[in-house]
């Protein structure tokens, strides 16, 4: 078995790009375009573009964008199982990026933290080796139990899981100790630096991952322009150093390491060396506008 099950996140991104300062009151210049994103989609569809054949993803979008992000990820290679909500508008992100390529992210979490411990079925594993879980499923409590229930249904099957802790605001919202809890049982964990941080009380990254990997088996920390460490069972076994690129927009950066690092160790790579994909795929990542690889996107808007 070679599948990867993403279960998480699907979101239309609004990237509006401001060179100079936002101006309070009255009008910035920007360029905006509307894409597709969310931290556990573009997961996906970075791990298709390295080299993963069977990638899919469970998520829960509004019925108004649902075609539109169906397409998207079948262009990107990825195997869509959309569940479509009658209720609920599809999360929406908007996302600020600066002049220094550094994004803010205003959150409409709509559909995507409504699915539903229904939304799971264990038969959902079937050919799968991995699943990997957005941490964004944490932060609401339906999709919470969702996540829950995918992760023991993994354990159950011995299909190996991995977190993505997703946000440091609203790991602060859910508290340090929920998010623990929840996360319990994970293989491998992906926080940047900050979500290191917070989760330790750590203030350097190498500590910290340290500290993580006392927890769980394996622990990727990625450093943004400074690469990734990889720590395993209390020490750190790598240190990964990053292409140097000219950044265009940081987001999704974090999702291409995922991506990329879950797709590598799928086809046998080590630890180290999947790492050292993940910061090739996440280099990538900041040349482009938006959170998904350029080569595998549908045209703006929904």
């Keep these: 078995m070679t ?8 979101v239309t991104d609004v990237v509006a790009r401001h060179r100079t300062p936002l101006a309070p009151a009255t009008d910035t210049a920007a360029v905006i375009r ?38 998207a990820l079948r262009l990107a290679g990825v195997r869509p199982l959309l569940v479509r909500d009658p209720r609920a508008a599809t ?30 079925s264990d038969e959902l594993l079937r050919g799968v080796a991995h699943l990997h879980l957005s941490g964004y499923l944490f932060f609401g409590a339906t999709s919470r139990e969702a996540a829950l229930g995918a992760l023991r249904g993994a354990r159950a099957a011995g299909v190996s899981v991995s977190v ?23 293989d ?31 622990v990727a920390v990625t450093l943004g322009d400074r690469g990734a460490l990889v720590a395993e069972a209390g020490a ?8 140097s690129v000219q950044p265009v927009d940081s987001t999704g950066a974090g999702d291409a390491f995922a991506g990329a690092f879950l797709a590598a160790r799928l086809a046998g790579a080590d630890p ?12 990538e990542a900041v040349t482009v506008v938006g959170g998904r690889p350029e080569n595998g996107r549908s045209q703006d808007g929904a």
Excluded: Q, Y
């Design 188 to 218: 491998v964990l992906f926080p940047n630096a900050d979500e290191a941080r917070l989760l330790t009380g750590c203030a350097d990254p190498v500590a910290a991952a340290e500290r993580l990997s006392r927890t769980f088996p394996l």
């Design 34 to 71: 509307t894409l597709p994103g969310g931290a556990g989609a573009n997961a996906a569809c970075w791990a298709a573009r390295s080299g993963c054949a069977d990638v899919r993803l469970l998520g829960r979008v509004g019925t108004e964008a649902a075609d539109w992000h169906t397409r």
């Design 164 to 186: 993505d802790p997703a946000s440091v605001g609203f790991l602060k919202d859910l508290g340090v100790d929920r998010f623990m809890a929840a996360a319990s049982g994970a």
């Design 91 to 120: 999360a929406t992100v908007i996302s600020l990026v600066d002049a220094h390529a550094e994004r803010t992210f205003l959150t409409d979490s709509g559909a995507a933290l409504r699915l539903s411990p229904a939304d799971w």
């Design 236 to 243: 750190v076994t790598g240190r990964v150093a990053a292409p």
């Design 272 to 283: 180290v060396a999947a790492a050292e994909a993940g910061c090739r795929a996440g280099a």
């Design 3 to 10: 599948g990867l099950l993403v279960v998480g996140d699907v």
